[in-house]
Structure formats: structure tokens, C-alpha cells
């Protein structure tokens, strides 16, 4: 059974400084990795998608990296900004009982102080 | 190019009620997964629908059950409401071929429902 854990649970920086947030996954056999953000009470913003046979993906400020064999994504973030605040969520896609199913960590908790 | 659309936004419903949430997948989308988001967790799967089939399921009741529509739309519903069933409800919609590369999940905004 896929694991995603997200550490740290919570993050506050001061605005202007960059960041890391990590995802780790007991299944390497994964299919792709998505890093999402969700801003109180709202729905789920897809933020970068990463294939199973790619490396990092890169949006503007963003940019995450996967290491399958390790179990590892980490989502990092220049020159944070107040309006990112929000909590950064990671989902595993993967193979189960022959369909693709999605599992997601528990989140990191971002406040950027102005 | 309209995304996942889910209705209603917001509900209250008493315990013991009945309710019926609904989706609208992304257009080019042919496959409808739901979650269950309690606060402060990540979000947790329920099922998923395939040509308007359940074909895989998570660890929830059977009072959780789900229907997709010929269009790719879906509804789920939750029968004999608990308390603890007062969750954020988000519906996904992906693109499914066997032998494709997969474009990821697109969510939608979800429903908050809260039971009383």
C-alpha cells in the first residue's frame, strides 16, 4: 500500500526567502508525481506534474525534482512571496489492481511573512 | 476550456439525511475520482468511475456510492449521515487509457457538507 508522507507538517518563513518542502513514498514503482496547492477551504491547484521518467519540472518559481528510487520529490520555492501561502499537498500515481490510483500526503502548511 | 465543476458548494444536512453531490469532468476527461478532505488532512479516495462503471474503491462504508452518466458526469452519494461525514468533498477527473501517458488529476472546488 502506497505511503506519501509530507515533512514539515508546517513552514513559516520570512518573505524573500527560498524554500524546500519534501514528499516521500514507500511504492518507487510510481507513475507520476503532482504537487498541488489548496488555499483554505478551497479545491485542489495543480502546480507542476512530474512523469515517472523525468527529473524536475520548472514554473516560475517553482521548480520539483523526483527521485524515483529513492522515494523522494521536493518542491522548491524562490523568493517566497505572502500570496504563497497555502498548504502544498503531494500525490502519487500508481498502479493498483491494474488502474491508476492517486495517493496523496497529508500537506505542508506554508505562511510567508510579509 | 471549463475545468472540473462540482455542485453544490456548500450544504447542511442533518444527521441520518441523505445527499447527492455532482461533478462535471473536464472537457476531453473520461474519468471521475472522489475524495474525502477532513480538516487538516490530505485528501483520502472513495472510488473512482470508468465508463460509467466503479472500478476501484477506497476504505469507505457502503453508504458511500457513486453513479457516472453517459456525458462523464458523476454524482456520489452518501446515505444515513454520520457527523463525521462533515468533510470538504473534491471530485478529479483525468484521462484514462491504458497505454497513454497520464496528464494528471484536474480538481474541482469541491462541496463542503456539514452534518449537524
Known amino acids: 500500500k502506497q505511503e506519501v508522507t509530507q515533512i514539515p507538517a508546517a513552514l513559516s518563513v520570512p518573505e524573500g526567502e527560498n524554500l524546500v518542502l519534501n514528499c516521500s513514498f514507500t511504492d518507487s514503482a510510481i507513475y507520476n508525481l503532482q504537487w498541488f496547492r489548496q488555499d483554505p477551504g478551497k479545491g485542489l491547484t495543480s502546480l507542476l506534474l512530474i512523469q515517472s521518467s523525468q527529473r524536475e519540472q520548472t514554473s516560475g518559481r517553482l521548480n520539483a525534482s523526483l527521485d524515483k528510487s529513492s522515494g523522494r520529490s521536493t518542491l522548491y520555492i524562490a523568493a517566497s512571496q505572502p500570496g504563497d501561502s497555502a498548504t502544498y499537498l503531494c500525490?502519487?500515481?500508481?498502479?493498483?489492481?491494474?488502474?491508476?490510483?492517486?495517493?496523496f500526503g497529508t500537506g505542508t502548511k506554508l505562511q510567508v511573512i510579509p | 476550456d471549463a475545468g472540473v465543476t462540482q455542485s453544490p458548494t456548500h450544504l447542511i444536512k442533518t444527521r441520518g439525511q441523505q445527499v447527492t453531490l455532482r461533478c462535471s469532468p473536464k472537457s476531453g476527461h473520461d474519468t471521475v475520482s472522489w475524495y474525502q478532505q477532513a480538516l487538516g488532512q490530505g485528501p483520502q479516495f472513495i472510488f473512482q468511475?470508468?465508463?460509467?462503471?466503479?472500478?476501484q474503491r477506497g476504505n469507505f462504508p457502503d453508504r458511500f456510492s457513486g453513479h457516472q452518466f453517459p456525458n462523464y458526469s458523476s454524482e456520489l452519494n452518501v446515505n444515513a449521515l454520520l457527523l463525521g461525514d462533515s468533510a470538504l468533498y473534491l471530485c478529479?477527473?483525468?484521462?484514462?487509457?491504458?497505454?497513454?501517458?497520464?496528464?494528471?488529476?484536474?480538481f474541482g472546488s469541491g462541496t463542503r457538507l456539514t452534518v449537524v
Open positions: 468511475y470508468y465508463e460509467e462503471e466503479e472500478r
Open positions: 478529479a477527473s483525468s484521462l484514462a487509457r491504458s497505454n497513454s501517458i497520464s496528464y494528471g488529476y484536474t
Open positions: 500525490a502519487v500515481s500508481d498502479y493498483s489492481g491494474g488502474y491508476q490510483k492517486v495517493t
